[in-house]
């Protein structure tokens, strides 16, 4: 697979080029300085994949991927500004990364091109843990959100979907509760029960109840039933 790097600053390139050689896959075909090199190296190189900045000279990223005729490559943003995320994934970017680019985004975006694997099996990184400070891209329907990890208080299944409560917004995803326990940090999150994930940040009180439960009250006033054996492990993790 070619891969053709669009970048104004050369050591954003470099730091590029460092991770891409954890994938043998990915070829580096070529590299540009702003749109106007990129629209050049595309049209001899025929790169299959973009590594695309943002904010460059001239041309922003987002306006090069909107003039390109079809087929379009795919496409990875790379980038140090979160606010042109949902316009980017409107453009059915593979992902939007934040820099500096953490390895295992970036092989969770590789990982979502699409007939890689049938075409070249390989052994990528697991989409790695989210941090509290990490953003992720978040829609339901015609909104959109990007909204930090941390600020997420409570996770609840409802089949094979998971409703995200965070400010105001509870937006309903599909993925289960359990793909979504694995990408989170057991440091702040923790599985109250069957049905829902609590944030231990938000937690605002708890106290006794039935069959040597918890009941936990989160900021924003839900509230959150452990059962015994969850309680147990609450009490266990969180005593002194």
């Known amino acids: 697979m070619k891969a053709l790097l669009v970048d104004d600053e050369r050591l954003a390139r470099n730091e590029l080029r460092r991770l891409l050689a954890a994938f043998p896959q990915v070829v580096i075909a070529g590299e540009a300085a702003n749109a106007k090199q990129a629209r050049e190296l595309m049209a001899s190189l025929k790169p299959d994949l973009l590594l695309l900045d943002v904010q460059m000279p001239g041309e922003t990223g987002i306006e090069f991927l909107e003039s390109l005729e079809p087929p379009v490559p795919n496409v990875i943003f790379t980038t140090a500004y979160d606010e042109f995320a949902v316009k980017a994934f409107e453009l059915n970017a593979l992902d939007?990364?934040?820099?500096?680019?953490?390895?295992?985004?970036?092989?969770?975006?590789?990982?979502?091109?699409?007939?890689?694997?049938?075409?070249?099996?390989?052994?990528?990184?697991?989409?790695?843990?989210?941090?509290a400070s990490d953003k992720v891209f978040v829609r339901e329907g015609e909104r959109c959100w990007f909204v930090e990890v941390g600020q997420i208080r409570l996770l609840e299944s409802e089949g094979n979907y998971t409703r995200v409560h965070f400010g105001d917004a509870q937006p309903q995803l599909f993925r289960s509760l359990n793909a979504m326990e694995e990408r989170l940090d057991p440091k702040f999150f923790f599985r109250a029960n069957r049905r829902q994930i609590i944030n231990l940040a938000w937690i605002a009180g708890i106290e006794p109840w039935f069959s040597s439960g918890l009941l936990v009250q989160l900021k924003g006033g839900a509230k959150v039933e452990l059962s015994r054996r969850q309680a147990q492990e609450f009490r266990d993790r969180m005593s002194l």
């Open 96 to 131: 939007y990364l934040l820099k500096p680019v953490d390895p295992a985004r970036l092989a969770a975006a590789i990982e979502r091109i699409p007939g890689l694997r049938e075409k070249e099996p390989a052994k990528y990184a697991r989409p790695g843990i989210l941090e």
